[in-house]
């Protein structure tokens, strides 16, 4: 949907460019998008596309914007009209203060102790899809593992049971990838239909699963109503969902690209932390949506308040002058995780970072442990698709 320019927009910032589908996105999400930021060219445009949003292009604006929680509120949540004021998310849709307590309970469900507990069966899990797949010499990667892992995990974590999965993936992708065959009220909904009644019973008599252990901490000293249980889970469910998956499917896709880095890893497979951390900088494949509370000046224009403002991850981590030959891999940068942002940036950064970073140094570990020298299948090309998350929909992979 086209709409009217706003007069403080000024003509030569107006593209026509849709978030959810640049042009070229299904061979290549990141070429799709950087063909936006041209060197010199303006560090903010605005699009035409979508109800008419800003989009930051430049690394350094991307970055302060995104951490700048006093002037943009991250109520909106998304451009997708309407998906902010149907889905309330706790805590990523609140802004400060009232965000720190509901966010510090959270937190305390992800505490590293949890984590490392959890990597075995991380494993488990790894190493079962791996031994599976190996005989096969051939595997289509999203669908045979990328889908699997991180989904089966993130179940276990909040102790539900294993064969929801499908119902479970479906969802997390309407969010961040609608195809317009679901009303985002319908899509709420149909998240809050399978997660009340294991709300209602960790709520009645908390276990040791994660929801149980974020609705036990008290939020500004006192218990957690339902509809903010509610929206507390819906969050966790949806950001658990979709983001790994796209995380290790990039991963995968960079080494079998780069035979030599697999080569790398497999002969010293210590370099594997810092090799995750590399990975997750150079593919990051999320973008926020914030909304302007009051008129901003940056990069020579005004935006005004209520505005929207699409803030793209890559945009940052891709920039030169943020990194150093930020397009190529290099395990030895050794950049601390909060450096770059894909993992956002401000009082809203991943609470699900060091459960991401563990899954994504298990499935590193795990894969190339078991699975040979892997290359993309030529008769089958990689397919990609964008969104609030972008993501690898194919990828196909063949091993002798
Ligand atoms: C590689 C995987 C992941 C990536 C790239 C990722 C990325 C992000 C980003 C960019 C934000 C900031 C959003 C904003 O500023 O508006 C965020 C926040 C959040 N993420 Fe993740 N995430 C990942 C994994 C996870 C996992 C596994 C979970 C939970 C199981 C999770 C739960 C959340 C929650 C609840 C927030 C909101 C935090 C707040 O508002 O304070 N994420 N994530």
Same mark, same amino acid.
């Given at each position: !949907?086209?709409?009217?320019?706003?007069?403080?927009?000024?003509?030569?910032?107006?593209?026509?460019?849709?978030?959810?589908?640049?042009?070229?996105?299904?061979?290549?999400?990141?070429?799709?998008?950087?063909?936006?930021?041209?060197?010199?060219?303006?560090?903010?445009?605005?699009?035409?596309?979508?109800?008419?949003?800003?989009?930051?292009?430049?690394?350094?604006?991307?970055?302060?914007?995104?951490?700048?929680?006093?002037? &943009?509120?991250?109520?909106?949540?998304?451009?997708? *009209?309407? &998906?902010?004021?149907?889905?309330?998310?706790?805590?990523?849709?609140?802004?400060?203060?009232?965000?720190? *307590?509901?966010?510090?309970?959270?937190?305390?469900?992800?505490?590293?102790?949890?984590?490392?507990?959890?990597?075995?069966?991380?494993?488990?899990?790894?190493?079962?899809?791996?031994?599976?797949?190996?005989?096969?010499?051939?595997?289509?990667?999203?669908?045979?593992?990328?889908?699997?892992?991180?989904?089966?995990?993130?179940?276990?974590?909040?102790?539900? $049971?294993?064969?929801?999965?499908?119902?479970?993936?479906?969802?997390? /992708?309407?969010?961040?990838?609608?195809?317009?065959? !679901?009303?985002?009220?319908? &899509?709420?909904?149909?998240?809050?239909?399978?997660?009340? $009644?294991?709300?209602?019973?960790?709520?009645?008599? =908390?276990?040791?699963?994660?929801?149980?252990?974020?609705?036990?901490?008290?939020?500004?000293?006192?218990?957690?109503?339902?509809?903010?249980?509610?929206? !507390?889970?819906?969050?966790?469910?949806?950001?658990?969902?979709?983001?790994?998956?796209?995380?290790?499917?990039?991963? /995968?896709?960079?080494?079998?690209?780069?035979?030599?880095?697999?080569?790398?890893?497999?002969?010293?497979?210590?370099?594997?932390?810092?090799?995750?951390?590399?990975?997750?900088?150079?593919? =990051?494949?999320?973008?926020?949506?914030?909304?302007?509370?009051?008129?901003?000046?940056?990069?020579?224009?005004?935006?005004?308040?209520?505005?929207?403002?699409?803030?793209?991850?890559?945009?940052?981590? &891709?920039?030169?002058?943020?990194?150093?030959? $930020?397009?190529?891999?290099?395990?030895?940068?050794?950049?601390?995780?909060?450096?770059?942002?894909?993992?956002?940036?401000?009082?809203?950064?991943?609470?699900?970072?060091?459960?991401?970073? !563990?899954?994504?140094?298990?499935?590193?570990?795990?894969?190339?442990?078991?699975?040979?020298?892997?290359?993309?299948?030529?008769?089958?090309?990689?397919?990609?698709?964008?969104?609030?998350?972008?993501?690898?929909?194919?990828? $196909?992979?063949?091993?002798?």
């Amino acid at each position: !949907m086209d709409a009217a320019i706003p007069a403080h927009v000024p003509a030569d910032r107006v593209v026509d460019f849709d978030i959810f589908n640049p042009p070229g996105v299904e061979e290549d999400y990141f070429a799709a998008w950087q063909a936006l930021a041209r060197p010199g060219g303006p560090g903010i445009v605005w699009t035409i596309a979508n109800g008419g949003h800003w989009i930051a292009t430049a690394g350094p604006i991307v970055r302060d914007l995104w951490a700048d929680n006093r002037r &943009l509120s991250s109520a909106v949540l998304a451009v997708t *009209p309407g &998906l902010g004021d149907v889905m309330r998310f706790i805590p990523l849709q609140q802004d400060p203060p009232v965000h720190q *307590p509901f966010r510090m309970a959270v937190m305390k469900g992800f505490a590293s102790r949890h984590i490392v507990a959890l990597e075995p069966q991380v494993r488990a899990v790894a190493r079962e899809l791996v031994r599976d797949l190996a005989p096969l010499g051939q595997c289509e990667f999203t669908e045979q593992f990328a889908e699997i892992l991180p989904l089966h995990i993130f179940l276990t974590l909040i102790d539900v $049971p294993l064969e929801d999965r499908p119902r479970l993936r479906a969802l997390g /992708a309407q969010l961040t990838r609608p195809d317009g065959s !679901m009303t985002v009220e319908q &899509l709420r909904d149909a998240a809050d239909a399978y997660l009340a $009644p294991y709300i209602a019973e960790r709520m009645a008599a =908390p276990g040791e699963d994660l929801f149980s252990r974020i609705l036990s901490e008290p939020v500004a000293g006192r218990p957690w109503t339902l509809d903010e249980a509610q929206r !507390m889970c819906r969050n966790l469910l949806f950001g658990g969902l979709d983001t790994v998956v796209a995380a290790v499917g990039m991963a /995968a896709l960079h080494l079998a690209r780069y035979p030599d880095d697999q080569a790398a890893l497999r002969a010293d497979p210590a370099l594997i932390p810092d090799a995750a951390d590399e990975l997750l900088r150079r593919y =990051p494949t999320v973008s926020v949506s914030r909304n302007l509370v009051e008129d901003v000046d940056v990069d020579g224009v005004t935006l005004n308040r209520g505005d929207i403002i699409y803030l793209p991850s890559l945009f940052h981590n &891709l920039d030169a002058t943020a990194f150093d030959a $930020p397009d190529e891999v290099r395990f030895d940068r050794r950049l601390n995780a909060t450096r770059h942002s894909t993992m956002g940036a401000g009082a809203h950064r991943c609470v699900g970072a060091g459960l991401a970073r !563990m899954e994504m140094i298990v499935f590193l570990e795990e894969w190339l442990a078991g699975i040979p020298s892997n290359r993309l299948d030529p008769a089958h090309p990689v397919r990609m698709k964008g969104g609030n998350v972008g993501a690898c929909t194919r990828l $196909p992979l063949r091993w002798d």
